[in-house]
Each structure stands twice: as structure tokens, then as C-alpha cells.
């Protein structure tokens, strides 16, 4: 294996020590300080031995020729030191994300926190600078939704805070890790209402898990790595963190926090017995996958044992890649819409088996399908949170664990007796159900587009999108098959796929990304565009175009039909739009222009829109807005 070995280099420059990284190689003895470089001339640099062959995700550590994880930490807590031993609290403050594995932070300036940007200017941090805050902070939550890990995000005080309060709602809603820093007044003029001047605790207390400021530099370590503890642990969510600009540029000497990992936590043996004991039991038994804390090896894990035992597995509400679609136990999706047939097979079983999800609003059907607070059937419930256990819904069989620590001991779980399930028949149903795309008004049917999407994009595509009817045919026709596959917002909040295709490109410039999104749902973040085109990121943007806010039209037809107010929208010429903004945009209008017309925007190599002319009649892949508001008008 490749040994390479890293140089930190404190230079004095400018009145300022900054701290350079060179890589190079070096015959000194392994984990030791260098001798070669003590003193350079002018400088004082400290070199270490780092065994690395790759950086792992965003884990900031390194694997020895064996595998083993070595902690990068003697590197890493080689701070930004003068010869006085000293760093500043923002020094301090960027150290910590390194320890933590942060690679990636996204932000808007804001001079409230110019330290923390200037100590960025040292790091090898990946900045991602965005045209809103909106988009930072759903940015921030895309990367916390596909690694497990917080995402980062910096903000300006006051309307920077409150521009990213989307972002951090979708990170509550969808259990997602997140740590935003946000600038503060200096310590001396709070609560005199100072310039943009907010609390932060009141503003954001109801949304995060935790809302602080950081008064002394000293305990800066300490809080960053409870941030990261509570952002990612149990129930993950979101963490905001105040930054008084007087506090950021204090000298301080402060020692770093260890590397933080998350915690998993194990179901007991007692437990797993009593889940073979019902598992025998059952007549019609049925796994339904939600939430997040997941891994791939913890979906393989189900998929072994829902083979073994034939037993039917669903999804929740846009958690569909944490299953393979065409796994032989896969039953399909339960969100807006759903297979009525998996509908009456979950009212239908005698033992529900929720592992990682909540069973919101959207799973539950608006909350119709399982009694409040005990479920009519058995009901198992797998959650990493001991507050959601019992919250709404009373399990016969709770358990407080991880989905990926609950799943490895499934893999020797006995099952006593025969199990009865279902696994055929509910893929069969599954498959028919979005096998073929419906028929529908229009020259351009957006389930068509899916289907050529799943049979063409290669299994490492990613899609993103946000809310709207439009997202109805990914959710039914795409066939999703690897964890991590879709980052979309359990939510339901507009203008989310822009900004989290950009996160997913700029951490996987090696994977296809293509966003879909409404004409409204594109314009929520549509700015975000301009940061593709910035950072060089060729993913494709679908844009079904309708002309309407079509989910909000649907329900005025069939709640008021015919009573049509601001649902209509008039838009701009999205292929315009995209070379205005310096990329590549075509228009479709006929289904069968689509492939061509992709294939043309990943030639470009630019950041791409294609704009889907979408006939405003298809408002869902089963019915049409006519035959909605007639039936509105027979009520
Ligand atoms: C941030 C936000 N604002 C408003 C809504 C309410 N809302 C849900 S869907 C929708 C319309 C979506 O329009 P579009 O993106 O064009 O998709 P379409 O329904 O037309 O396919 C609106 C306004 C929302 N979910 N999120
Ligand atoms: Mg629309």
C-alpha cells in the first residue's frame, strides 16, 4: 500500500500564522515527528507520518495496509499554532470540523463571521459558496442525508439564520444530521436588539435538537463536539450553533476534542427472541423500512433475512433506496398515492414490523391505517430513539436500536415454526403496478421519461428532487436500487432538489446526478443553478414544466372546483434561463425527443436544464384535472 506522508507547514506570513499542507514523501520512522523539517527558514513546520491510501467518505481518517482505521488525530490535533501556542477561537473552531471529518462546508458570507472565513482560507476544507442561505442549509442536509453525518453549514446572523431555516425544518422533519454555525452580535451588545441581531434559542429552539452560543473560546471543542454527538445520534437532527464575532478573532490555548463517531445502538437478546416468537406466529407478516440512520450493509441485512423467511418488505414515504426495487421481497412504496393493493395487504397483515421510520403522517395514510395509540395488529417497532418509541403509536414489541445495529443480528435469528409470508405475490403486485407508464394527456409523459431513466442511468445515479405532483411518477416508476440512490425531502418542502444536487455533485463528482423538479419547485431554489455552473458540475436538471403549482391546483378543483386562484404561473424560457446562467438547456415536447435530448445535455459537460413541456390536464399519473373537478363539481 502506498505510504504517503502529509506536511503541515506554520508558516509566518502577513503577521499571521497560517498553516499550508505539502504532501511529499518521507523515509522517517512511522507515526513520529519528522526530523527532516524542524525549523525551515522563516518557518516553523511540523511534519507527521500518516499511513494514508484514502480518505473514507468524510471521516477524516486514514486506513493502515491492514485496513485498520488509524485515527488522523496526531495530524489533525496539530493545531494552528503560533510559537505562543496560541490559535484563534476561530482557528480553533475549523480545527474541530477536520477532527470531526468534515470535508465539505457550505455557506453565504456574512461578515458576522469573517474569522471563522479567514481561518477557512488555511484548511482544505471544500467550500461551496451559494446564493442563499436556503440553499446552504438544503445543501448541508443533502450530505447529512447520504453519509450519516452532519452535514456543515455557515450562515450571517439575522436574515442569514432565518433565509436557512428551511433547510434545518427538512433536517427535524427528516431525522437528518446537521450542525449550522451562524454569526452572532459581539458578546457586549446582545439583547439590545443590535444589527440584525436575533436569539437564536427562541427562533430555532422548536426545530433543532439544539440551540446554543458559544460565550467562551475556550469551551469551543467541548461544544462542537456535543453538536455533532446530538446531531447525529439517536433520532438525528439538527444543531444550531451561535457565533458571537467578538468571540471568533480571542487568542486562545485550547486542547481539541477527540474525532466523534456515531453511536450505535444494539437491540437486546431477549428482544430479538421475542421477534422470532412473533415471526412464527404470524399469518401475514410485513416489514416496512423508514428514517435514516441506515447503510447499505444494514439494507443487504434485510434483504438477506426478508429472503430467508419470503417475507414482504415496503418503504416509506421517499425512503424507497433503502431497498432494492427488484429484490424479490420488495412490496413497493407507501407514500402520496400508493399501490392500493400494498395499502390493503399492510391493513391485511397480522404483524407489521416498522424498522428506522417514525410511520408519519404520509405512511400512515394521514394516520388511517394503524389504531392510535395500538395498532390493531401486532406491531413491532425498531426505532433509535427511546422518545419516539410510544410517541404515537403503542408497540407490542418496541426496540430501541439503530436499523444498522438491529439488522446484524438478524442474520442468526431462528424463526420457529414455518413463517407465512408473502414476499411473491406482494412483488408481483409491485412489479404490475410500475411496470408500464399510465396513459396520459400530453405529448410528453413524464412516467415514460422514468421509465427510460431507470432502464438507462446506470445504478449509481443519484436523483434528487423537492415537492410537488411532479415527484408522483419517480416515486411509482423509477425503480430505486441502492442505498443512497434518492435525496428527496420526507418533508415535502419546495425547491430542495437544486440545491441538493449541487451537495451530491460536489461529493460525488464521479456519480451521475439528475435533479427533477416542478417549474415552481425549480424556481424555489432555481439560483442555486448559478453554483453548478460555478463549481463546474454537470448535472442534469429536469423541469416539468406544467405552468401551474399543479399540487395546490389539484386540491383547489377538488375542494373548490373551478375556483382556480394563485395556482397559475408564467415562466421563463428554462433553456434561456440555463445559458444565462452559463449552461447547456434544451426543450422537449414529445416523449420520444427525451433520450436524444439527454444525451445531449451530458455531452455538453455543463450543468443542464431540460425543460419538460408538460400538459397541465396530467396532473397525477392515474386522473386528470378535468376528470378531478368533475367529480369536485358532483360533490
Ligand atoms: C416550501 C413550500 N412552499 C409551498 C408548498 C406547498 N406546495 C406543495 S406542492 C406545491 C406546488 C408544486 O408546484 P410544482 O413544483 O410546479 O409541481 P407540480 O405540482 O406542478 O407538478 C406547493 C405550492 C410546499 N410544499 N413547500
Ligand atoms: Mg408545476
Not at 433536517?171 to 451562524?182: E, G, I, N
Request: charged share 20%; net charge neutral; hydrophobic share 40%.
Amino acid at each position: 500500500m502506498d505510504v504517503a506522508v502529509e506536511l503541515g507547514l506554520h508558516e509566518h506570513t502577513g503577521g499571521k500564522w497560517r498553516r499550508r499542507f505539502l504532501k511529499d514523501r518521507c523515509d522517517g520512522p512511522l507515526d513520529e515527528h519528522c526530523t527532516a523539517c524542524q525549523w525551515l527558514p522563516g518557518t516553523h513546520a511540523v511534519c507527521y507520518r500518516l499511513r494514508r491510501s484514502e480518505f473514507v467518505g468524510n471521516a477524516g481518517q486514514v486506513y493502515n495496509a491492514a485496513g485498520e482505521s488509524a485515527a488522523l488525530n496526531h495530524f489533525l490535533e496539530t493545531p494552528m499554532r503560533g510559537n505562543d501556542n496560541m490559535r484563534t477561537a476561530a482557528e480553533v473552531l475549523i480545527d474541530q470540523l477536520r477532527i470531526h471529518g468534515v470535508r465539505h462546508v457550505f455557506c453565504v458570507p456574512g461578515e458576522s463571521y469573517l474569522a471563522a472565513l479567514d481561518a477557512f482560507y488555511d484548511s482544505d476544507l471544500a467550500i461551496t459558496v451559494c446564493r442563499q442561505e436556503g440553499g446552504a442549509a438544503m445543501m448541508a442536509e443533502a450530505v447529512g442525508k447520504a453519509t450519516g453525518r452532519p452535514g456543515v453549514c455557515f450562515v450571517t446572523r439575522g436574515p442569514g439564520s432565518t433565509n436557512a431555516s428551511p433547510g434545518i425544518h427538512i433536517a427535524r422533519q427528516d431525522s437528518t444530521p446537521l450542525v449550522m454555525f451562524v454569526g452572532q452580535v459581539a458578546r457586549e451588545m446582545r439583547e439590545r436588539e443590535a444589527f440584525q441581531e436575533l436569539d437564536y434559542r427562541a427562533v430555532f429552539g422548536s426545530m433543532t435538537k439544539w440551540t446554543t452560543e458559544i460565550d467562551d473560546p475556550a469551551r469551543i471543542p467541548e461544544i462542537v463536539s456535543r453538536a455533532f454527538h446530538t446531531a447525529a445520534n439517536g433520532r438525528p437532527g439538527p444543531v444550531v450553533v451561535g457565533l458571537p464575532e467578538d468571540m471568533l478573532i480571542e487568542r486562545i490555548a485550547a486542547s481539541d476534542a477527540p474525532a466523534f463517531t456515531p453511536i450505535e445502538t444494539s437491540p437486546g437478546p431477549a428482544e430479538m427472541a421475542k421477534l422470532a416468537q412473533l415471526l412464527g406466529a404470524a399469518r401475514a407478516p410485513i416489514l416496512i423500512l423508514g428514517g435514516s440512520r441506515w447503510s447499505q450493509a444494514a439494507s443487504d441485512g434485510v434483504a438477506r433475512f426478508a429472503q430467508k423467511y419470503a417475507l414482504p418488505v415496503c418503504t416509506t414515504f421517499r425512503r424507497q433506496h433503502l431497498f432494492d426495487a427488484l429484490h424479490l421481497c420488495y412490496a413497493g412504496d407507501l407514500g402520496i398515492g400508493p399501490n392500493p393493493k400494498l395499502v390493503d395487504r399492510i391493513k391485511g397483515a397480522d404483524l407489521v414490523v416498522l424498522i428506522g421510520g417514525r410511520m408519519g403522517e404520509m405512511p400512515s395514510q394521514s394516520y388511517t391505517v394503524f389504531d392510535i395509540p395500538r395498532p390493531q395488529m401486532t406491531f413491532v417497532h425498531v426505532h433509535p430513539s427511546i422518545e419516539e418509541l410510544g410517541r404515537v403509536y403503542s408497540a407490542h414489541l418496541p426496540i430501541h436500536a439503530t436499523p444498522t445495529a438491529f439488522t446484524a443480528p438478524l442474520e442468526h435469528l431462528k424463526v420457529p415454526g414455518t413463517v407465512h409470508g408473502q414476499a411473491e405475490a406482494a412483488h408481483a403486485d409491485y412489479l404490475a403496478w410500475t411496470e408500464k407508464p399510465t396513459e396520459q394527456p400530453g405529448a410528453v409523459n413524464l412516467g415514460a421519461i422514468m421509465v427510460w431513466l431507470r432502464d438507462n442511468l446506470p445504478s449509481d445515479a443519484m436523483l434528487c428532487n423537492g415537492a410537488g405532483n411532479f415527484a408522483a411518477w419517480i416515486h411509482r416508476f423509477f425503480r430505486f436500487r441502492r442505498f443512497g440512490q434518492h435525496v428527496a425531502p420526507t418533508s415535502g418542502s419546495m425547491g430542495y432538489g437544486v440545491p441538493a444536487a449541487v451537495a451530491m455533485k460536489r461529493l460525488y463528482p464521479e456519480r451521475p446526478v439528475v435533479c427533477i423538479a416542478g417549474d415552481g419547485d425549480f424556481l424555489m431554489n432555481g439560483q442555486e443553478f448559478a453554483t453548478a455552473v460555478q463549481y463546474g458540475l454537470p448535472i442534469i436538471f429536469l423541469i416539468a414544466d406544467n405552468g401551474l403549482y399543479g399540487t395546490i391546483r389539484m386540491h383547489q378543483e377538488r375542494e373548490y372546483p373551478g375556483r382556480v386562484v394563485a395556482s397559475t404561473l408564467r415562466n421563463p424560457d428554462f433553456p434561456a434561463y440555463a445559458r444565462a446562467f452559463g449552461g447547456f438547456g434544451v426543450s422537449v415536447e414529445r416523449t420520444a425527443d427525451f433520450p436524444a435530448a439527454f444525451k445531449e445535455a451530458q455531452a455538453s459537460g455543463d450543468p443542464s436544464i431540460i425543460r419538460l413541456a408538460i400538459d397541465p390536464e396530467a396532473i397525477t399519473p392515474v386522473t386528470t384535472l378535468a376528470k378531478i373537478r368533475a367529480q369536485g363539481l358532483r360533490r
